[in-house]
């Protein structure tokens, strides 16, 4: 196991900086899992960590050590990559074992590794399989396992769920999630599924053109995200937004958005100044004595346990998850209860969340 500090990590690529001074540490043992949208430079920075992008400028340091230099096969790290990258001539228990093979490990020690790696993975009865004879699933697996043997100090996985249907997605989560927590091994994780990034990770960096918008812990980001498109991007179904103004009456500040009186609290802003207000679908919910924002019902989609009401809100379209069922069909007018408790406000200028 290692730790793994970024200092002011640069990548160009020609004259183009992808990557503007990203700095951050991952702890000994920790589960990291970098989240953004295509193009923001989460796999670019994985494979600089792992050897396979030169650094432009900046600082990389495994377990205290400047790697800037050192070689792929010198970091002691395995990564796992979204295409398996499965010898097809070969057979699991020879793809496995064979990083310690061009080591010249002792065949004893080789057995030993891909026998348990093999026990941990369930993969016991398919080590004589071939790659084309596997799910895949199973070739995940295999993947995982081939990094298992090696015993690195760092385990990089650069979306390697995203070829799999979503019941198996949500399997390998479980599967990768509890390796983890068996192995202890410093994990770095590249998704562009937040949902992945959400039940997964100790601490999720969220990236978004080549700069970090926040680090913090699932639940914080999702609670208190300190910036708008943090608040956009985290949560599924995404929050509510709108666009208005802070407005106070008496000593209540409230945002006037959508010709709709909308509460907060807690918020520190200026009457009179542009926010964003966000909601999320789950924090509402329908008013049983007509009171409240109003909405025209779009659609419903019962899922059975909970039920999603695709609305609209003035000229806006709005989100709500409710648990249970509804008898509220399209067209129906129905009111929205608001908890401003529940409320996040940002500045429409800067983005950032109002405290």
Sequence with gaps: MASVSFSNIVKRFGKIEILHGISFDITDGEFVVLVGPSGCGKSTLLRMLAGLEEISDGLLKIDGRVVNEVEAKERDIAMVFQSYALYPHMT????????????????SLINERVNNAARILNLDTLLDRYPRELSGGQRQRVAMGRAIVRDPKVFLFDEPLSNLDAKLRVAMRAEIKALHQRLKTTTVYVTHDQI?????ADRIVVMNEGRIEQIGTPLE?????????????????????????????GNQLSVHAQGQRWPVAGVTGTPGQAVHYGIRPGDISLSDN????PAKVVVVEPTGAETELLLQVGE???????????????????????????AHVFSSSTGQRLE
């Design 196 to 200: 992945e990034a959400m039940t997964m």
């Design 221 to 249: 980001l999702y609670d208190r995200p300190g910036n708008l498109f943090v608040a956009q991007f985290i949560g599924s179904p995404a929050m509510n937004v709108l666009a208005g103004t802070l407005q106070i009456e």
């Design 290 to 293: 007509g009171q409240g924002v």
């Design 316 to 342: 806006v379209p709005f989100t709500l998850v409710m648990h249970g069922r509804t008898s509220a069909r399209p067209d129906d007018t129905v009111h929205l209860a608001i908890d401003g408790s529940k």
């Design 92 to 107: 699991v228990r020879d793809n496995m074992g064979f990083s310690l093979k061009l080591r010249k490990a002792d065949k």
